[in-house]
């Protein structure tokens, strides 16, 4: 089983920017695809980000598509998640998820494993 932890999360104005962190606790990694999720309070688990195991495919929900971008490092077993141009809407609680399938879905029932969530806030 593979663990993953997030990291980056925090507390920025509204058009700022940051970059959140998933590190994988093994090699396993590089044949999994990823994506990010984020989930309020009382709310389902939204899809932000999608990329495949090699990293060529990749897909994004539309309130987030041309702000955000995902990447991956396998070699270091990291995957990023680029957000710019942030928006108060952006705050919650972010999520990275691995889909041992290779599955680029944004379907949150397909991924196997997932961390344990990093905040943003996104202040106006």
């Known amino acids: 089983q593979v663990h993953l932890v997030e990291s980056g999360g925090g507390l920025v104005q509204a058009g700022d920017s940051l970059r959140l962190s998933c590190t994988a606790s093994?090699?396993?990694?590089?044949?999994?695809?990823m994506a990010w999720f984020r989930q309020g309070q009382g709310k389902e688990r939204d899809f932000v980000a999608a990329?495949?195991?090699?990293?060529?495919?990749?897909r994004y929900a539309v309130s987030v598509m041309g702000r955000f971008t995902i990447s991956r490092d396998n070699n270091n077993n990291t995957m990023y998640l680029e957000m710019n141009r942030l928006k108060p809407e952006d705050t919650t609680v972010y999520y990275c998820?691995?889909?041992?399938?290779?599955?680029?879905?944004?379907?949150?029932?397909?991924?196997?494993?997932w961390g344990q969530g990093t905040q943003v806030t996104v202040s106006s």
């Open positions: 998820a691995a889909n041992r399938d290779n599955l680029l879905t944004s379907n949150y029932a397909s991924y196997n494993y």
């Open positions: 093994d090699r396993t990694f590089g044949r999994y695809s």
């Open positions: 990329i495949n195991a090699d990293g060529v495919g990749t």
